[in-house]
């Protein structure tokens, strides 16, 4: 396969994945509100970051990848990840839980670097329980390999690609920048609904999550 032949492909199967009205959407709610640059800079990266270690896990191999990682996880890291992971949903279902709502006339704020982790954690959560249904990603990949270049170029590849699967996302966020007063009327309801969901929703989430975080600590440390 010719460089321009495979140029092409991989160029039109990341546009057709672009058109993604998930990620769309989502980007659309974090840039909606005030200090959008920065959520929506940290939105980005953390989409490109997914796509693009995805897209390497992809090529190496996911069977590869985990064996080569499974001698180094000892049976007390995985112990201390799922007791850190139910403490922190807990804790943060009782935060969030008791957050008092936003209102209307709350003097705009920096973003603070809890809040920017926050996108970045929920971009890249996101993204990446959404790429196993990538199916342009999948094609592109055998693609890539066909090309018969060694693994910096694949991951040249790689990148080329995710660059154009945030593409879409780029320009929304120049044109929120540059057209802001268009997103306006939608910034009041939608900020209203995204208050809802952190104070009510996440925490009905996280609760659930902690229990079951729990349970797989006790079952590794009783398998021990």
Request: hydrophobic content about 60%; some cysteine.
């Amino acid at each position: 396969m010719t460089f321009f032949t495979a140029f092409l492909a991989i160029f039109g199967l990341a546009f057709l994945d672009s058109l993604n009205p998930f990620s769309i959407a989502a980007c659309v709610v974090v840039i909606a509100g005030q200090q959008s640059l920065a959520r929506g800079l940290i939105f980005i990266t953390a989409t490109f970051s997914a796509y693009f270690l995805g897209g390497v896990a992809l090529v190496s191999g996911w069977v590869e990848a985990a064996a080569a990682m499974r001698p180094w996880i000892k049976p007390w890291m995985m112990i201390t990840f799922w007791l850190a992971l139910a403490l922190g949903s807990f804790v943060g279902a009782v935060i969030l839980w008791r957050r008092p709502a936003a209102t209307e006339s709350k003097e705009a704020k920096p973003p603070t670097t809890a809040a920017l982790v926050g996108v970045f954690l929920f971009a890249l959560s996101s993204t990446l329980s959404d790429l196993p249904t990538a199916l342009p990603y999948f094609g592109a990949i055998p693609i890539m390999v066909a090309t018969e270049t060694n693994f910096l170029g694949l991951l040249a590849w790689l990148a080329f690609y995710s660059l154009i699967y945030v593409s879409p996302l780029i320009v929304l966020l120049y044109f929120r920048q540059m057209a802001h007063k268009q997103f306006e009327p939608l910034v009041g309801s939608i900020n209203r609904s995204m208050d809802w969901a952190i104070r009510r929703l996440t925490p009905t989430l996280l609760v659930p999550l902690a229990g079951w975080a729990v349970y797989e600590a006790v079952r590794l440390l009783l398998s021990v």
